[in-house]
């Protein structure tokens, strides 16, 4: 079973449309035999975890020993990986068959950069890093427009307009 590590915001509730997104996400990975794995705390995190759990997908959380007194794995993570710190957090996160990255923050930000990074490196084979939604679109041009990226740096990156695109992104 491919492993999916889902990036995305921890701030999200479960009232907003991108949490809703994410539950429909994970329903929807957990139903294509996707082990789904997350940060393994609130927001959209939790959301994605609570839609492939429902869906009776394989749930995995990757948290830090040094957040436990401020956060908490959400209750529908199985599979808890605890690490010393955010960096190895953030190395098995990157061990996934592909990465999907939801609306997020600062963090979320950081994850897709460092895989994406991982790509151009040649650090790691190449799998799909699929972008959801149209802020997506909008800070990869930001980022054209004030870094060096070429075409070729573009191209490791997939974007689906919403979450309902993302299984058709995730083959070959």
């Given at each position: 079973m491919s492993r999916v590590t889902v990036f995305g915001s921890s701030q999200a509730i479960s009232t907003e449309p991108a949490y809703r997104d994410a539950v429909r996400l994970g329903r929807l990975l957990a139903q294509a035999g996707y082990t789904v794995v997350s940060g393994g705390y609130a927001g959209l995190m939790e959301a994605v975890s609570r839609g492939a759990a429902e869906a009776g997908g394989k749930v995995v959380g990757v948290t830090v020993k040094l957040w436990a007194a401020r956060a908490q794995p959400n209750p529908w993570v199985a599979e808890e990986v605890v690490t010393d710190h955010l960096f190895e957090r953030l190395a098995?996160?990157?061990?996934?068959?592909?990465?999907?990255?939801?609306?997020?923050?600062?963090?979320?930000?950081?994850?897709?950069?460092?895989?994406?990074n991982l790509f151009q490196t040649e650090s790691i084979p190449l799998r799909p890093l699929v972008l959801v939604g149209p802020e997506w679109r909008r800070i990869v041009r930001c980022l054209e427009g004030g870094l060096r990226l070429g075409p070729d740096d573009l191209r490791l990156l997939r974007f689906a307009a919403t979450v309902d695109d993302v299984l058709g992104h995730l083959g070959p």
């Open positions: 098995l996160l990157t061990q996934a068959d592909a990465y999907v990255a939801l609306h997020g923050g600062a963090g979320t930000l950081g994850e897709v950069a460092l895989a994406w």
